[in-house]
Nanobody, 123 residues
Framework: QVQLIESGGGLVQAGGSLRLSCAASGRTFSSRAMGWFRQAPGNEREFVAAINWSGGSTHVADSVKGRFTISRDSAKNTIYLQMGSLKPEDTAVYYC????????????????WGKGTQVTVSS
C-alpha cells in the first residue's frame, strides 16, 4: 500500500521558517516527479513546488518563488519543502503528491496524495 506521510507543519510567526518532509512508503518513486500543493480554507488546492525524478530540475509557483525551496533524497524516498520568510497568506494544509513529470504535477495530474500537514503563520 502506497503512503505519503507529510510532517513538519506547525505554527510559526510571520517571517519565520519551517521545513516540511514527505516520506513515501510502499514503493519507490525514484523515477517519478514529486511535489507540494496547499489548500487554504475556502480556496482551491494550488500548486506550490515540484521536483523531477533526479532532483536536477525544480519548479515553484510565483507566489513562493525566492522563499520556498524543494529538494529530494531519493535514497530515503523523501522530499522536502524549505519555507522561509513565511507570510500569513501561506497558511494552509500542505499536501505531498506524486506525478510522472513536473508538468503533470503543475496540471494537478497526480497519482498519489498525502493527507496533508497544517501550516499556520501568525501575523
Amino acid at each position: 500500500q502506497v503512503q505519503l506521510i507529510e510532517s513538519g507543519g506547525g505554527l510559526v510567526q510571520a517571517g519565520g521558517s519551517l521545513r516540511l518532509s514527505c516520506a513515501a512508503s510502499g514503493r519507490t518513486f525514484s523515477s517519478r516527479a514529486m511535489g507540494w500543493f496547499r489548500q487554504a480554507p475556502g480556496n482551491e488546492r494550488e500548486f506550490v513546488a515540484a521536483i523531477n525524478w533526479s532532483g536536477g530540475s525544480t519548479h515553484v509557483a510565483d507566489s513562493v518563488k525566492g522563499r520556498f525551496t524543494i529538494s529530494r533524497d531519493s535514497a530515503k524516498n523523501t522530499i522536502y519543502l524549505q519555507m522561509g520568510s513565511l507570510k500569513p497568506e501561506d497558511t494552509a494544509v500542505y499536501y505531498c503528491a506524486v506525478g510522472w513529470t513536473i508538468a503533470t504535477l503543475v496540471q494537478h495530474e497526480n497519482d498519489y496524495w498525502g493527507k496533508g500537514t497544517q501550516v499556520t503563520v501568525s501575523s
